[in-house]
């Protein structure tokens, strides 16, 4: 599927990403485990689930393997706060996107 262009969560990937959204990558297309704002997050690749977020994709309600995107990103904000680090900018945003708030860091 074409969400696989960013498999590796790097800036290659990312690139190959954008430009699959500058040509109107289809953001409603799923498989069987979710889609890909849930595969990204799957992969805990935030920058590329901002990405496809801001280009439209739905982030309420997406999964993948079963794991909701919401509670995915709540996992990783309390890893960052529970370490004493902020939240990374990405994910902050994305809490903010989903109607949820970021853990204070400890």
Request: hydrophobic letters at 45%; glycine letters at 10%; proline letters at 4%.
């Amino acid at each position: 599927v074409w969400w696989d262009a960013f498999r590796a969560r790097s800036d290659q990937g990312r690139e190959i990403l954008a430009l699959l959204l500058s040509h109107g990558a289809d953001l409603s297309l799923r498989h069987a485990d979710g889609g890909p704002v849930g595969w990204a997050a799957y992969r805990k690749d935030w920058v590329s689930v901002l990405m496809l977020v801001e280009r439209g994709a739905r982030l309420r309600g997406e999964s993948q393997f079963g794991q909701s995107v919401e509670q995915a990103l709540a996992d990783a904000a309390h890893e960052y706060a529970s370490a004493g680090k902020p939240v990374p900018d990405e994910i902050a945003r994305l809490l903010v996107l989903a109607g949820m708030s970021a853990p204070a860091a400890r």
